[in-house]
Structure formats: C-alpha cells, structure tokens
C-alpha cells in the first residue's frame, strides 16, 4: 500500500517541466514544503504562511494561510511539513511552542484545524509519518519529542531526550517504528515510536548543536547529519555503533540537508548564517560542492527536493524573502572552475604532485603504487559512469621523493662547528675555513675562501706552500696568484658562470650542467644528456641554433696564424661595450628591481646595447702587473656576499662577513648586514624551488641562519635554463626542485634555473685564468650521480671557460658584471656569457617576457690578438 | 644607585617552579632591602635641597613595591610567596619603615570576608585555577575571589578572559586593555579601569591615551561610539554603526577586529556589572586598597573612590539588614509557593495570544519605572570620565523618550544558532569559548534555595534571564512574561535594573534588601546571570548589526 502511493507520485513519463526562477514573498521564511504532486509549495515564516501553485513560468500564489486580523504567535512558524500521502494535510512548528495542523479541505476560510500546546517551548521541527496518515511528530526547545494521533486531542506519547534541545526530528522512511533525533549538545538519538521510555541508541554526531539530519531516501542505514561545527556526516546506522562514513567539510554551519533523489551520494545543504548559497554535494568528493545555487542574497533557510523522483529540481526559500525554483542543468559547479592541479612538498623535502589525468596520462615508465615508497605513487580515481559529473573526478597523484641523506644539512651544523672566524690572520682563517668546506664537499664555498684569501692577504705572504692543500697538479706556474687555485675545485664555479645563449633552440627545456669530463654537450635536436665521456671540448662560443659553432680556445685554434680572433657575423647588431659604459650601481639596482631575477636574466641585463661595431678592448695596463688592491675587490665581494645570502647560504655570507670585518664593513651597510640578508635568505628568494621549500614547515631558519636551499646543494652546478616567472602556480611550469635530489618518475622537463656563482663570476675571470687557454673541467661525480636518468631531464654539460693567461697582463670581466671603481679603467676581457632559450612554449613566453634583450645577446669572444698566448 | 638593579621583576613569581619563585623573591628581597637602606640613610643625612624631590620620589616607588608585596602576602596562591612577602615586609619595617595595610573587608564590600574563600585554604583542582590565573596576570583579583562561590563558571570565566586579553587575536595586546579600559569607564569603573591601565602599560601602551580618548589613535577613537551605543542603548545599533567603523579608509577597522572589539566592549561592559554589583573591593595594591596610616589614626576609612557616590549607604548597612527573620522566611516561602503554583496551572489557564504579547510589553514597560528611589544624577569622577566622550549619555529606557524600539524576537536571531556563528567565523575559538560560559551560566544550578534543597530552579533562573533581555526589548516567543511578575519582587527588580543598566548607582542597602534569607553565593549566582545575560544581549545587537552589514 505504501509502495504503492510512492509509485503513484512517481514520474510516470511525464517528466516535470519549468525554469529557473523566483518569486518575491512578503516576509523572510523560515521553511519551505513541497506538496506530493510537486506542483505546490508551502512558505512559512514568522509572518508568513501561503501556499504557491509552482507553474512553468512562475510561482502564483494560491492561499495565504494566515486568516484573521489579529496577529498570532500560533503563526510564527518555526518549520512547516506538507504530508507527503495526504495533499490536504500539513502542520506547522510554531516559535511559542504550538503545533498546528491544517486541513486544505475545510470549507472556511480558515484552514487550522488542531492545536497542539504541550510543549513548553519552541517547537524546532515537526514530522508526518512517512506512510501512516495521522501521526505526527515534533522537536522542541525544551527537550522532548512529542507524537500525536491527529485523530486525538493530545499526544499520544512523549520522549524525553534528557540532553537539551531538539533541533530536528525525522522519522526514518524505511522502518516503520523508528525516528532520529537531533539535539543541541551535538547528540543523534534513534527511537522506537512504540518506545517512549528510553531511545534505542545514542551517539555524538557533531561538536556543537546538530540543526538537522535527514535519512536516505533509498539506503536503509544512511542518515545525513549538519552541525553547527560546518560538517556534514553520513552515518550508516545498520551496523551495531553508528559508524561515520562519510564527512563533508563545508563554510559555514549547516541548517538544513536534503538527500537528492535518484543520486545515491548526492545532497543538498544550505546555511542559517554567513553562507547564502545551496551546495548539493556529492559525499565522496567532500572537498568540492558539485552544484552550487547562488540566487539568494541572504542566508537560505528552507530547502526541499521538488519531486521524490526528480534530481533536478530544487526548491528554497530564504531570509531574503523570496522563493527559488533552481533547475540543476543552471547550477554553477565549483569544479569547472578548480585548478586541476595541486602541489605540495612534504615535512622532509617529498613532493607530491596530482594533476589531471590527462594531463599525465602521455608520460610513460609509470608505475601504480606498490607499497613501495621509493617510487612515485599514482592514485587514479574510478569513475562511476553512472555519475552525473563525468570527468571531473579523474586525477594521478605523483609522489616524488627525495634521496635518503641527499636533503641532508648535516654540512650545515659540521660547518658552523667547524669553521673558524677570528683570532687567528686572516689568511689562516681562509685557508682553515676553505678545508673546511672542501672536506665538506662544498667545493665552491672553499674556493671562496680560497679567493678571499688571495684577495685581501699580499701575494708575497701567502706563499705556495703554505697553500698546498689547494694547489693542483698542473698550477705549477710561477705566479703566486694562480698557485692557489685548484682547477679541480674551482669547478662548479666555472660552470656556473658558463652560459649559454641560443636564440633558436628546441623546445626541449635544457639543462647545463658540469659533467665529469667538463664536456660541453649541445643540446642537438632534442638529443639530451649524451656524450658525457666525449673528450674535453672548451666551449668559447655560442650555439646558435643550427649553426651550432663552437668557439673553442683551445690550443689548436689558437694557433699564431690568427692573430686576431673575429667574431662570427651575426644577424643582429653586435654589442657590449664595456669601457664606455662602465656599468655603475645603477645597473645592478634596475636588475635588482626587475620582476625576474636571475642570475643568468641580471647578466644579460647588465649588457647596455652599443653600437653595431664589435668593440672589445682589451690593453696591458701597467696597474696590473703587481696586483690589484683588495678594494677594487670590495664591490665584489659584497656580490658575492649577497649572492650566498640569496642563495640561502647566509652562513657562508655571515662567516665571510665575520672574518673580513673591517675589509669590507665599509662597503656593506648595516642595514644589509643585518635585515637584508635575513630577508633576502628568508623570504624573498626569488628561485622557485628553494623559495617553496623556505616556506616549508622545516625549513623555516632561525632569524640571520638561513638554512640553505636544500634542493640546490651547494656546488651542484645544474642550471635549468628558463626558470619560470611564477614559482609555483602552474604547475607545468615548476620545477619541482633541484633534479639533482629528486627523482622525477614522469615528469615533464621543466625549465628553470637554479642561482648560481653569478656574482663569483668576474672574480674567477679575474683570478683564475692565469694562463692562457682552457682547461678541463674537473670531474664533479657527487653531482652527476644524482641527475636523473637520460631522458628524463635535459642535463648537459658545460664546462667553464678557463682561459689561460698572466694576470698581469688582462683582467677578464663579464659582460658588465663588475663594478669598477669609478675612474679605474681595467684593461678588459670579456668572458663570454651565453645563455640559451628553449624555443616555444614556456620558453618562448619567458623570453617574450624578457623582450629582445636576450634576443640581441650576443657572443662575445677574445680577440686572439689581445690575449698573449701563454703555456699550454 | 642605577635604575637597573633597582627594577623588581615579578614575572618569576608566577613560575609554578618553587625553585624559581624563591630565586625571584630572593632578588625582590634585596632589592628592597637595598632601596629600603638607601631611603633610610638620606633620611639620616640632613637635607639636601636637590635631593627632596627624588626623595619623594623613590619612596613613592618604594611604597609601591610594598603594596605589590602586600598583594603577595595576602592574594598569591602560592604558600611560600605569601610567607616571604610577608617576611620581606616585616623586616622592612623593622627597618623602620612604615609598611602598608589592606583597607575594607576582603575582596567584597558587600560579602563578609569570612564567607569569601581564603586564598591557601583552597583545594587542588581551586589551586589549579588559581595558579592559572595568577600566572596569566601576576595576580588575583578580588573579582575571582568572588567569582570562586562558583568554579565551574570561574573556570570558564578565567578562561575567555586570559583568551581574549592574551591569546591568538586579530588585535594587538595594548588596544586590547585600552578597549577594556574604555568600556569599564563608560561605567565609572575605576576597579577594572585601574587594573587595565596597569595591564596596559605593562604590555607597552602608550601612556598618553590615558589622558582621554582623544589622545587615542584615530581607530580607537571611533570606536566610542559603538561602545557608547552598546552599553547603554544596544538596541540602537544599526548596520551604519558598523559600517562607519569598516569604512574609515586608514582608520578602518577589520570584521574580525571588530569582532574582537566588541566582545571585550560586551565583557568589560557586564564585567562592571558584576564589579558594581557585588562590591568588589579595590585590589591590594592599587589606590584605595590599602593604606599606610596605621590603624589607631582611622579605623574606618571611605578611600573608596570605586563607588564614591555611596559611601553614606555604607553607614546604613544594619538599618537595611535590619529585617526580622520571620519576614524573610516568609519571603522565601512565598517564592516557592508560586513557583509551584505556575509548574502546576501553567496548562490550565492558556493565556490568550494577546495576553502573552500585552505581558511582555506590559513588562518592558514596567522595567523603566524601576528604579531605586536614590536615583539621582552622578557626576563621574573625573579621572574616569576622561576615558570616553558624552557623559551625558546613559541608559535610557525605551518609551520614556517616546522612542520606539522593535522588539528584538530571539527566534530570528540568537546566539545559539547565529551569534556563535558568527563569531567563531571571525574570531576563531572565542565563539566557542563564550558559548560555554554562557551555557554554563544559564544552566548552573545547586537546586538550591536559600535554605531549601532539591528545588528546580530552572524556572527561577529562566524568568531572570528572560527578565533581562526584556529590559533590553530581546523577546522569546516561548516565554510567559507573566511569570517573571510572579517570581521577581519590586526591590529585586531594582537591584537587577540598576546592576545591568546603570551598574555604578548599585549600592549596599540594594543589595542586602532583595532576597534576604539568600545565602550570598546565591546571590553571586544571581550577579551571573546578570551579567552573561547583560553580555548576550548586547552581543545579540551588537552581531545582528554585523550581519546586517555582511548581507
């Protein structure tokens, strides 16, 4: 018989018809219910109570309940529930404690037809048996849940609920004998309407008043709870303790929730404060609403599915007074609008990256996730193809981790032990502290050191022996200076200072980096990371898309037969004209404001435009032939200070500031020394990878200890070209940390660039190519060993310009790079300074960001003539 | 001397670390010793005419230090600071200076101090609470002295209080007091207002505001409207109200900082209540709480600049107390009987809807004409008064101006449902916090009367509250308005009236003539729900506002 009467109101082909629309009522209303031929609607209020004929095009109003001229708290309703067997039949929960009941079929004008006064208090709520024609149950504030027989004048029986006030009440549609009930203090309770003595079972649903539940309309055991603590939760009642099975988050608290009709795990739940609109939600994906209905301008207070049967249309009424028909097909859905990708480093260093499936979906070599946490884990949701929402729910998760003791700071702390920072001369300290980070592995931070030292201790003092440790075998050369330098460590620093500049590349991303052989290995027609034992080439040059010329200073050509080394013809004007364009602090100040440092973007900045003519100029200048003063230097230095304080290294920049002192206390101001740096180490890196991993939980220093960028250790020379203006937003577009720790499975290569030595750059010109001629590049396996697999990142090889030459004789300066005392006309050397653009996609945006300037870069080679050929 | 070693720290006094308590009293000692010394050996060396003026000066200092000792030796729950304070004041003074004595009769002037709990006589879980508080202030004050007839609402108390004034909050710490300050003084409630100022320039406010509000950031300044509005006529709050603070372009306030402003502004507001309406004493060491006469020169000293206004009631205490006890045990006789009478025929005799709407308007009227006959106009001490604008400006009650004031139905908006959310959203916790302090206000019960048992009096208890929010024009539908005629006589009417609109008229005589056979945690009980009830409803206008705003 009950199955029957469902049947009957069920669709039957004829499907519901009408539009999105609204209709202005008189007053704010507290509750809405639809009548079973889903083409009625009751509004109730504190001074409202009609009842609306739901038509195609509009609401029209049918009755207005409210009779009599006097105004009567019997008429405030609180809630109104429209019998869902009976269309004449309905019942109202006044806010004076009343319940009233209604008979559309009386003859009169006034249609109350009985008066309940037991309850003490605020009636909340009021029930009709789902199936039975006269039972009635209501909530109230004072804490009882009363059942009345409308056939009788009283109620048939009381339960108290003995915890507070009730919010709702609802009788299940499956049992036949049982009801929930909701309670201020955050307490469900499940009750046997032939048992008013004790309820069957209690729980704790919410922290905080549960203001409503509602049970499935199909699923025996489902009860939805909402709470005043914003969630909403699915309990499964079958089983012998309540048993959460699923929770929704949402943004404000919850008043009211409505299963949907024919989707098992949707529902539809709106707010009595803050939040005006309706979500319908579907539980499993609690994070986003899948429809949202933004009509109402004030908080909505009634919700009500306008047919059983009927997924698709919604009606509400709210504070705002009016009454909403939304149709689903018009309903905004959050998810179109979600970034469908989200990134996230762990405590530890992990990343762990989801994105879309699609987007993924092209990369091979992945593996699902078996447990074991070496490799990437995918997660792929299966789509129900049932599923209103197709698609939206399809995502891989990657999970990258980092290398056992690859993130590790231990240097960090052995560092800070053991370096020594006073009280000893100064070229000790050097000299003490350069072990001390070599034996570290930090090969660029010992040679420094090692250059601090050379800089500020007089040659004559720092004699070869007393350097032994850092002298390599081939520095046997007689001048002091270049005793000291130990190619092998000078590496990484070479390579950090070798660019390379292409303005027509693949579109691959390439990556340059130092290999073990110090090869150069051009990125050619996307063939990466080959040839890393092909024999030491020394790069001079510039790769010019398919023209790929190498300049190479090694011996063979420069033979004498050249005395003069001319610059290749290219197709755009020439430039860089040191001499006349001394490159002031200003220069340095607008690279420092622009949007995208870099280290490599600054050099190119720093490269004023001049005429088309070549000109480099490059004179033997008697100043030179002793030594320079350790103040041509301090600019320097303080580059390079600040370059270890933006790398994150504020312990080296600290230390070195610590054993200068009074060398350079003069050229860096106070403010640098204590705010800038911490800031800059802190805060404002501009690097995308060490910044995201500086806000990490982990890595948040101490103020002035800025730990180190974990994931561009120190010397490791990897430089990803292209390093994108935002740090992390697109995703594609971040580089998801130094390639030299992470173990990307399936990840696109990825532009970006680590900092590097940049501002050590004119002091190695300066020092370190005391001979003419290049040299290899020392191996630097420690960095190679951890680069990702061929194929999987574009990792080449650059080796550092090392020509060789009397310091007497030429000072080298790249391109605009260092400060020189104002009237100090250094003979110069331009070192050459290449970078090099992907071509297209993200590449081809950043350069177009950069506009032509890296575009008109141009390759600056020695002349032959100008350099006096020395050993080799 | 250098200022340096001169300073007392008393912070490692409210260490829960003996070791580190005696550490610091051992600093405190010698620093006074020392100070003590030096006073004494100017005092001997016959008079230099610069040296008067720092002279006074530094026994200025040295007085305070004193009185901050004789605060420890009477008020810090710790045993071993109560006996060293004292130690260290009577060695002082055989040194042969004159040391202070407290004044009045303990933490109440309306309490004997013997029903008061004596600090060290306590139990654990009182302990507890009270070191909490005393770590959190560096003292304890004769509010939760009183406050501690009730420790389940103490704990609740001490808790939103150290949350709003010390935790996580949109609002910086000395804004936080100086609001405390300028919503205390709106009541002339130079208890509260001493403390805080203290407070405030403890945590680096900036002496000049206390001058007045003018010398207050502009911020603060626009703040005192509202903070007028709220305490005297809440129900006048509009969304403008709100929206003239959000809208000050460089002086704007932020919602959550807003919210904030407005629950201390409510907290401080019944805070002065219940200061006012349990007589608390001015602490220890502050002005009027202790003296350095000694006692044979004035046995009785009206240093009460709390309350000036009554201190001629103060001599009228037995006149009023002066009630047969028969009269009284009548009174609470009677009082049952109707309660019983209302539990028993309330579903007989329905009252009609009209009724019920003439009943609530019938009281909201009435409660204008209560007022104690003593209801003269008070002159604010001046060093109050500077703290807010518009003296003038006080409760006014709703129709006697021929203002029409909606009523304020608490089905369309409470705190329960409403207020708590919103706050919650804005200030994190703090909704949650005063929601239990509310919750436990309105349910505490001994089932208790006077010197019955086991009577619910949870009707009693409602028509208080009710009776409140209708002064206030806050309406329960649900409620018979009848009852509070049946169960609150006319002299507690009037001590209820004057405690929550106009708090500094409440004098002793008013409270000793209502419910006199009533025992006075009972009436502290009563002092409660005045308060959590006065708070509610000015946070109930004050949030509607807010919303309005937001919509």
Known sequence: ??????????????????????????????????????????????????????????????????????????????????????????ATAATNGVVVTWNLGRPSRNKQDQLFTEHKRTVNKVCFHPTEAHV???????????????????????????????????????????????????????????????????????????????????????????????????????????????????????????????????????????????????????????????????????????HPHDPSFLLSGSKDSTLCQHLFRDASQPVERANPEGLCYGLFGDLAFAAKESLVATESGR??????????????????????????????????????GSGSMSWFVDTAERYALAGRPLAELCDHNAKVARELGRNQVAQTWTMLRIIYCSPGLASATSLNHSVGKGSSCGVP????????????????????????????????????????????????????????????????????????????????????????????????????????????????????????????????????????????????????????????VCDMLRFYAEQGDVQMAVSVLIVLGERVRKDID?????????????????????????????????????????????????????????????????????????????????????????????????????????????????????????????????????????????????????????????????????????????????AANKGSRSRSLRPLVPRRSLVPRMGL | MAEGENEVRWDGLCSRDSTTRETALENIKQTILRKTEYLRSVKETPLRPSDGLSNAVSLDGLNKLLAHLLMLSKRCPFKDVREKSEFILKSVQELGIRIPRPLGHGPSRFIPEKEILQVGSEDAQMHTVFADSFAALGRLDN???????????????????????QMDGPLPLHYRHYIGIMAAARHQCSYLVNLHVNDFLHVGGDPKWLNGLENAPQKLQNLGELNKVLAHRPWLIT????????????????????????????????????????????????????????????????????????SVDETQVNSAGNVSVSDSFFEVEALMEKMRQLQECRDEEEASQEEMASRFEIEKRESMFVFSSDDEEVTPARDVSRHFEDTSYGYKDFSRHGMHVPTFRVQDYCWEDHGYSLVNRLYPDVGQLIDEKFHIAYNLTYNTMAMHKDVDTSMLRRAIWNYIHCMFGIRYDDYDYGEINQLLDRSFKVYIKTVVCTPEKVTKRMYDSFWRQFKHSEKVHVNLLLIEARMQAELLYALRAITRYMT
């Open chain 1, 1 to 90: 018989m009950e199955k029957m009467s469902r049947v009957t109101t069920a669709l039957g082909g004829s499907a519901l018809t009408g539009r999105t629309m609204h209709c202005h009522l008189d007053a704010p209303a507290n509750a809405i219910s639809v009548c079973r031929d889903a083409a009625q609607v009751v509004v109730a209020g504190r001074s409202i109570f009609k009842i609306y004929a739901i038509e195609d095009e509009q609401f029209v109003e049918k009755l207005n309940l409210r009779v009599g001229r006097k105004p009567s708290l019997n008429l405030s309703c609180a809630d109104v529930v429209w019998h869902q067997m009976d269309e004449n039949l309905l």
């Open chain 1, 136 to 306: 009635l149950l209501s909530g109230s504030q004072d804490g009882f849940m009363k059942c009345f027989d409308l056939r009788r004048k009283d109620s048939v029986s009381t339960f108290s609920g003995q915890s507070e006030s009730v919010r709702d009440v609802q009788f299940s549609i499956r049992d036949y004998f049982t009801f929930a009930s909701t309670f201020e203090n955050g307490n469900v309770q499940l009750w046997d309407i032939r048992r008013p003595d004790r309820c069957e079972r209690m729980f704790t649903a919410h922290n905080g008043p549960v203001f409503c539940c509602d049970w499935h309309p199909e699923d025996r055991g489902w009860l939805a709870t909402g709470g005043r603590d914003k969630m909403v939760k699915v309990w499964d009642m079958t089983t012998h303790r309540a048993k959460e099975v699923h929770c929704v988050q949402t943004i404000a608290s919850v008043a009211r929730v409505k299963w949907r009709p024919e989707c098992r795990h949707h529902l539809a739940t709106c707010s009595m404060m803050v939040d005006h609109n309706i979500y319908v939600w579907d539980v499993r994906r609690p994070f986003v609403p899948a429809a949202m209905f933004e009509e109402h301008r004030d908080v909505t207070t009634g919700i009500a599915w306008r």
């Open chain 1, 367 to 404: 593996k699902p996730y078996a447990g074991d946490r070496r490799h990437p884990i995918f997660f792929k949701r299966k789509l129900d193809p049932a599923e209103p929402f197709v698609g939206l729910a399809s995502s891989a998760l990657s999970v990258f981790e980092i290398e056992p």
């Open chain 1, 481 to 636: 200076l270049m005793n000291s330098f130990n190619l092998k460590d000078m590496a990484p620093g070479l390579g950090s200072e070798t660019r390379l500049d292409r303005s027509k590349g693949d579109t691959r991303s390439d990556t340059v980096l130092l290999d073990s052989s110090a090869t150069l290995i051009t990125n050619e027609d996307n063939e990466e990371t080959e040839g890393s034992d092909v024999p030491a080439d020394y790069l001079l040059g510039d790769v010019e898309g398919e023209e790929e010329e190498l300049y190479l200073l090694d011996p063979e050509h420069a033979h004498p037969e050249e005395p003069e080394y001319v610059l290749p013809q290219e197709a755009f004007p020439l430039r860089h004209e040191i001499v006349d364009t001394p490159p002031g602090p200003e220069h340095l100040q607008d690279k420092a404001d622009s949007p995208h440092v870099s280290g490599s973007e600054a050099d190119a900045a720093s490269l004023a435009p001049v005429d088309s003519s070549f000109s480099l100029i490059s004179i033997p200048h008697a100043l030179y032939d002793t030594r320079l003063p350790p103040d041509f230097f301090s600019a320097l």
């Open chain 1, 670 to 846: 106070e403010q640098t020394q204590v705010g800038d740096w911490d800031e800059v180490g802190r805060a404002s890196l501009p690097p995308p990878a060490p910044s995201a991993l500086r806000g990490s939980p982990t890595a948040c220093p101490p103020p002035g200890l800025c730990l180190p960028p974990l994931l561009a250790p120190p010397g490791a020379l990897v430089r990803v070209l292209h390093r994108p203006a935002a740090a992390l937003l697109p995703l594609e577009r971040v580089q998801p940390g130094g390639q030299a720790q992470h173990q990307p499975r399936h990840q696109l290569p990825q532009p970006g660039v680590h900092h590097s030595a940049r501002q050590l750059q004119p002091l190695q010109a300066a020092h370190e190519q005391p001979r003419l001629g290049l040299r290899p590049v020392p191996p630097l396996r420690q960095h190679v060993r951890r680069l990702p697999p061929r194929g999987q990142g574009s990792v080449r090889v650059v080796p550092g310009l090392q020509s060789r030459r009397p310091l007497a004789a030429h000072h080298e300066v790249a391109g605009g790079q260092l400060p020189l005392p104002r009237g100090l006309r250094p003979p110069v050397r331009v070192l050459l300074t290449r970078r090099r653009w992907a071509r297209g996609g993200r590449g081809r945006a950043w």
């Open chain 2, 143 to 165: 509010i939760t002295l009183v406050m501690v007839f009730h420790p389940q609402y103490l704990e609740s108390f001490l808790k939103t209080q150290h949350y709003l004034l």
């Open chain 2, 239 to 310: 969304k403008e109200h709100i929206e003239g603070l959000l809208k000050a372009e460089e002086h704007s306030w932020s919602l959550a900082e807003l919210v904030h402003a407005v629950v201390l502004l409510t907290h401080y507001h019944s805070l002065a209540s219940f200061t006012f309406g349990c007589g608390i004493s001015p602490e220890i060491h502050c002005d009027g709480g202790h003296t350095f006469r000694p006692p044979s020169v004035s046995n009785y000293c009206i240093c009460d600049i709390t309350n000036g206004n009554h």
